[in-house]
């Protein structure tokens, strides 16, 4: 009898240490574990119609990278004072180089705003204040990024979805792992999309889906126009805070100080 009391009481505190193990492997702030749960995702991802060959090919060099945690959990920026922000992020090089991409493009930005409304000086201050026109997309692995976010056990559940969608990326053929470098949080291109974005509002510039965001400049505005257009851009309105379009500058960047400098900047370029 006591032997019987003493195997059960043997297996339960067994099944509970390998339901302990399990759970502290679903997220973690350290790189203990991390490989683990990214073997577990791999599977998670075929699941989900992900192919083997995508998974191994995209994340076959994902690390827990501990910047991008640094990153996430000192976002301030975007609280503080928006003169000093826009100050800081509108500079007079900053509007002279926009003019310049204003007439440099100025033919596929004439045909973005037929299709999709959006003024080619609202566009531009975006591409500006999101990567300095294409100059800093970032250098951050994408895989590697995202693959740290997902374990974080803050927002796992938003970043393991961005992972998934930044896999079917590389499975529809957009881009290749290689080429998958952007900020810490996963956004992708020279408007910075993150994956989910760039698979529902990426298009080319002549108005085909996918495009390549991160090296041609025209598919990035025209996609960014996509994405604006189908959060309630209205054609001929304004941008400013207070007017028609603010709403859809917020659906860009929630942040109101950075919609605000979307405007303000946008403002700058479409003046004499």
């Not at 193990?21 to 990214?38: R, V």
């Not at 257009?229 to 941008?239: M, P, T």
């Not at 500058?249 to 370029?269: G, Q």
């Amino acid at each position: 009898m006591r032997s019987s009391i003493l195997r059960a009481l043997l297996s339960f505190v067994a099944a509970a240490l390998t339901a302990g193990a399990a759970a502290a492997a679903e997220c973690g702030d350290s790189p203990q574990g991390f490989q683990t749960w990214l073997e577990d995702f791999k599977q998670v991802a075929i699941n989900d119609g992900i192919s083997p060959d995508v998974v191994d090919s995209a994340l076959a060099t994902a690390t827990f990278d501990r910047s991008v945690l640094a990153h996430d959990h000192g976002q301030g920026a975007l609280q503080g004072n928006y003169a000093a922000f826009a100050a800081r992020h509108i500079t007079p090089g900053r509007v002279k180089r926009g003019r310049t991409m204003l007439l440099a493009y100025a033919e596929p930005l004439e045909r973005i705003e037929q299709r999709y409304g959006v003024p080619g000086p609202v566009l531009v201050a975006i591409w500006g204040l999101e990567t300095d026109f294409g100059a800093g997309l970032g250098q951050y692995p994408t895989f590697s990024a995202l693959a740290t976010l997902a374990y974080d056990c803050r927002r796992g559940n938003l970043y393991r979805a961005e992972l998934i969608d930044a896999l079917m990326i590389v499975q529809r053929g957009l881009l290749e792992p290689g080429r998958m470098r952007g900020a810490w949080a996963g956004e992708l291109g020279q408007t910075q999309f993150m994956p989910s974005a760039y698979l529902k509002y990426g298009v080319s510039a002549n108005g085909g889906r996918g495009g390549d965001l991160i090296g041609n400049s025209a598919d990035a505005l025209a996609s960014t126009a996509n994405f604006l257009h189908a959060h309630g851009w209205q054609r001929g309105a304004k941008w400013d805070e207070g007017q028609p379009n603010f709403a859809a500058l917020l659906e860009w960047n929630s942040a109101p100080v950075y919609a605000k400098t979307i405007a303000d900047f946008a403002d700058r370029l479409s003046g004499p």
